[in-house]
């Protein structure tokens, strides 16, 4: 038999795998939270929820800060929005902070509290590790551990690589997904579900297979187009003057464990996407689309430009509705199995972000889980 197994089913429902997967897997590694231009200016901003910790990622004068999201005084979040553009100035009672999380003002502090410098120290922000490569931002909470550049390995130069190809954002977004986050990263690592989940949307894109690449602990996967997808993006960088990225001009996926999916379609369109988990049975997908530009940089805004966007926006909403049904549907089931499912060679890029997986998450004594 040269099918593998996957991880037992009670990963993908249990309370107590859950909790550890936030301890040893999203506590420790590097996750991408955003690109450099959604950083770029003074008080720029982001937030997500990293292994329960609110974190904020904020420029102050050009240097970026990744900080605990919750003020000093009454607990209260400091910045509600996912994303925008405001101090680091708590909304309730107006306590603000600055670079390294620095207390930098207290309202009426000689008449309220008479904090003197280093009682206004110790009320600084926790601190976490942020680092980027090329205009992927990235944020870890553990304070130890590999430098960026050491956890991406061979996939550091293509990041770099990616930003100074494809740097017109043309869209995100989000989806809640009611399934395990493996279940939701396991959607895009592998094209045999292609032609009963995808009949009339991915199938008509690229072929159902796979070169796979293994850089442990990422993996890499190229899908060879069709004819058709490839003549309209012709069509569209003729149109719009847009420089073709000049290798990679396929289906290239990039899978940078554990939750990062970087998909490039014929040199032309990047879509990247993370899967957040929220709890063991719900994750956040985001999801940012770029374009490659001109020569002179972004094409111009315009009716075509407009409708393009337009076709490939309503595809990826089609393409990421497709995999959260199989995605739900699964989970419903993993808490009524306790047989582990079975891989294909087809579905090795599954494999190998279970082994990274299993990696993180050995027991103690040294056995690894199943």
Known sequence: MIASIAIAPEHYASEDSFKQELEHVFKKQWLFIGFKDELANHNDFLTLDIAGFPIVVQNFDGELSALLNICSHRKARLQTATKGNRPLRCPYHCWSYKAGGRLAGVPANNQEFQFDESQKAALGLRQFAVDSCGDFVFVRVSQDGPS???????????????????????????????SNW???VETVLEVYHVPGTHPDSFSNLARAECEIISIAPHNLGNTPLLDAPKKWWAGVRKQLKLSQHPTLNEYNHVFIYPNLAIGLTNGSLMSVQTYDPVNREE?????????????DGPAREGALKRAVIANFTEFNHTILEEDRIMAESCQLNYAHTTTPALLGKCEDRIRLFHDAWRADNDKPNGEAVS
């Open 283 to 295: 994750t956040v997908l985001h999801y940012r689309l770029r374009m490659v530009s001109t020569a």
């Open 148 to 178: 960026l550049k050491a956890f991406l390995g061979d996939c550091y130069g293509m990041l770099e690589d990616f930003s100074a190809h494809f740097n017109d954002p043309v869209h995100s977004g989000s989806y809640v997904w009611n």
């Open 182 to 184: 493996k279940l939701a």
